[in-house]
């Protein structure tokens, strides 16, 4: 079974109906590298609309990105995009580290694998790093090197492998790789703009990178799910994904 690509479920289809016009800077566009499809969401270092999101206040995870919505619609405003933010457990929850609004809600995921690639979980292929960023900047870092640095996060999710780092592509991945699915990631790029992509047709971990590396001219990227784990929720262009995980963990989210 596979990530709903197209058409709405009918509780967002009402989501979608009540939303407000689409601006001239719609921040995600539809876009094409490598011969595959792609929707990429850009967004302004240290812009206060992008947050990440688990947990509705009676602690129990949003899982769907119409929930999210919905929660959000009055006391914040309106989801413009909203994207998975990482892997998690059965359970819902981040699987390795976690801040929101600058509180720590879940410790680093510091486990080691070993053995062939192909046998070793996205998550713990190396190296894994953490996405973070917030009033005082943005960045993607290796965990080893994010945990000794401590940058200051309001935000951060930890998940990997990363697909780009200091401009270089991650050497574990195979040029012509049949491993093929669908998957999103994050990218930090010139002046710390965020672009969060996600790709439409089954691409190989090397594409993805190279999507990030030389398309995207990002020098640091993380990957963040794939399959059905990958999910985009995006009103302007009509989209809501579903997971037949039962639902999403923790979420990036664009709110004005």
């Known amino acids: 079974m596979t990530v709903l690509r197209h058409g709405l479920f009918a509780a967002a289809s009402l989501l979608f109906s009540a939303a407000h016009s689409v601006a001239a800077d719609e921040p995600c566009k539809s876009q094409e590298f490598g011969g595959a499809r792609y929707i990429v969401c850009s967004v302004e270092a240290k812009n206060p609309k992008l947050k990440l999101f688990w947990q509705k206040p009676d602690g129990t995870p949003f899982r769907w990105f119409g929930t999210l919505a919905s929660s959000l619609k009055n006391a914040e405003g309106s989801l413009v995009f909203a994207m998975n933010a990482g892997m998690y457990g059965t359970d819902y929850a981040p699987m390795g580290l976690y801040i929101e609004a600058g509180k720590e809600l879940r410790p680093a995921?510091?486990?080691?694998?070993?053995?062939?690639?192909?046998?070793?979980?996205?998550?713990?292929?190396?190296?894994?790093?953490?996405?973070?960023?917030?009033?005082?900047?943005?960045g993607?870092?290796?965990?080893?090197?994010?945990?000794?640095?401590?940058?200051?996060a309001d935000f951060a999710t930890q998940s990997g492998p990363m697909l780009v780092v200091a401009d270089k592509m991650n050497p574990i991945f195979i040029e012509g790789s049949s491993d093929r699915?669908?998957?999103?990631g994050v990218g930090?790029?010139?002046g710390g703009v965020m672009r969060f992509a996600i790709s439409e047709d089954d691409v190989n971990f090397?594409?993805?990178a190279k999507l990030f590396q030389t398309h995207l001219d990002c020098?640091?990227?993380?990957?963040?799910?794939?399959?059905?784990?990958?999910g985009f929720f995006n009103p302007a262009l009509k989209r809501a994904d579903w997971s037949w995980h039962g639902g999403y963990g923790p979420m990036i989210g664009f709110v004005e």
């Open 206 to 208: 090397f594409d993805f």
């Open 219 to 230: 020098p640091d990227a993380l990957f963040l799910d794939g399959g059905q784990g990958a």
């Open 109 to 138: 995921d510091l486990k080691k694998m070993s053995g062939p690639q192909s046998k070793i979980p996205n998550f713990y292929k190396q190296p894994n790093g953490i996405f973070y960023f917030g009033a005082s900047g943005t």
């Open 140 to 152: 993607i870092l290796t965990t080893e090197r994010f945990l000794k640095e401590r940058p200051q």
């Open 181 to 184: 699915t669908r998957r999103s």
């Open 188 to 190: 930090v790029c010139e």
